[in-house]
């Protein structure tokens, strides 16, 4: 079984400093790795993920994570935010089969002034 | 290219009540996974169907849920005799063949108020 742990429940941070949402995982079986986003009122939207390959993986909105087998983390960075950053952020984890995902418990990034 | 449309994107209802939750999955997607996010909380994995199939409902309570996604038309999501603790935000999603490596794609959600 796969579970997420979002240890962050609320990140405030001001516009234009740099953050790092932190992901952790655990899983008896290899993974793949994804980062949504959610605004308010909507539904999910991928920002990145994780499959193979290189372990730095860049996505929408300026936004990479970094995918660390041994220390078993997938953290979400952005070198600068802008308020229209503020959402909330979910982080998950699915077999290769991509069967099931498992979310973490979210992530809320407010960005101020 | 429309996504993943779920209808309503709100629905109230009483104790007891049924509740039915349709999800249209993008063109193209013949695999529909649907969640449930309770307030200040993830999305939790209730089923996933292909068509005319379940696939896996590990997730799915065991007494009045159930889910289809038949032949032709959107993927139902069934909750009878409804309770308090069935208010939440429920989420569908979609993917072509998992063997595509291709993330699910998820809708807007629908919005279930228990009065």
């Known amino acids: 079984a796969q579970s997420v742990t979002q240890l962050d429940s609320q990140v405030p941070v001001f516009e234009e400093a740099p953050v790092e949402l932190r992901c952790n995982y655990s899983?008896?079986?290899?993974?793949?790795l994804f980062w949504y986003v959610q605004y308010p009122n909507q539904g999910l939207q991928l920002l990145l993920k994780?499959?193979?390959?290189?372990?730095l993986v860049k996505g929408i909105n300026g936004f990479e994570a970094e995918f660390n087998k041994s220390q078993t983390s997938f953290h979400l960075r952005k070198p600068s935010v802008h308020i229209s950053d503020t959402a909330e952020y979910f982080c998950?984890?699915?077999?290769?089969?991509?069967?099931?995902?498992?979310f973490g418990s979210g992530t809320k990034l407010n960005v101020k002034p | 290219n429309a996504g993943v449309m779920q209808n309503p994107r709100h629905l109230v209802r009483r104790r007891g009540q049924e509740a039915r939750l349709r999800c249209s999955p993008m063109?193209?997607?013949?695999?529909v996974y649907w969640y449930r996010q309770l307030p200040e909380e993830g999305l939790k994995f209730m089923v996933y169907?292909?068509?005319?199939?379940?696939?896996?409902e590990s997730g799915m309570p065991k007494e009045r849920f159930s889910a289809e996604f038949p032949k032709e038309g959107p993927s139902i999501l069934r909750i009878q005799q409804v309770v308090r603790g069935d208010s939440a935000a429920y989420f569908c999603?979609?993917?072509?063949?998992?063997?595509?490596?291709?993330?699910?794609?998820f809708g807007d959600g629908t919005r279930l108020s228990i009065l």
């Open positions: 169907l292909q068509k005319e199939n379940i696939i896996d």
């Open positions: 994780y499959l193979s390959g290189s372990t």
């Open positions: 998950a984890v699915s077999s290769y089969n991509f069967n099931k995902f498992y």
């Open positions: 899983s008896s079986v290899s993974v793949y």
């Open positions: 999603a979609s993917s072509p063949d998992p063997g595509s490596n291709q993330p699910q794609h």
């Open positions: 063109k193209g997607h013949s695999h």
